[in-house]
């Protein structure tokens, strides 16, 4: 499998999981600005979304949305219990919190990051997400992880999207539990591995 990202964007989360699962695959890092690969390759001929993360798999087949490669990737190694089995109560609640991270955090990122977004939205956005961070620092006070009682795909995600708050000015660090929280993701050994090949750290 391939595995093309950009360095601490929403492909990290898929990056943990290959390496949480124990899968083979290698990664190709993506410039975004000007859609090519780190092998010179035009990535809207591979992607034309043009966004990260997007999987190859060894047949060719391709599977893009970060919140799907997940499911695809951690249903490949049950064993690892990533996410719970098909038709399972367990396994829709884990959809449910992938879907709140997908549509409440990782899109109210979107105008932050945005070149020439005004100020007035960026506010907004700002004061959104603020209140998003509080939902899931109530969750964590009182459950471990954000889907289960162990680490799921929906953990991935999450630490993914919270580091990036202090990139565009959201302050979560009075948040005890989400806080505590992603210091204890950011220790796991797949975590390091991945942020490490990222060059995040």
Known sequence: MKLYYAPGACSLSPHIILRETGLDFSIIRVNLKDKTTEDGQ?????????????LILDDGEQLTEGAVIVQYLADQKQDRHLIAPAGTMKRYHQLEALNFISTEL?????PLFTP???????????????????????VLAKQA?????????????????????KLVGVDITHLKHLTEYCDKIAKRPKVQEALSAEGLI
């Open 106 to 110: 990782h899109k109210n990122f979107a």
């Open 145 to 165: 992880f954000f889907a289960d009682d162990s680490f799921t795909v929906a953990d991935a995600y999450l630490f993914t999207v919270s580091n990036w708050a």
């Open 116 to 138: 020439g977004t005004p100020e007035e939205y960026k506010q907004i956005a700002r004061a959104t997400l603020s209140r998003k961070f509080q939902y899931v620092d109530d």
């Open 42 to 54: 035009d990535f809207l001929a591979i992607n034309p979304k043009g966004q990260v993360p997007t």
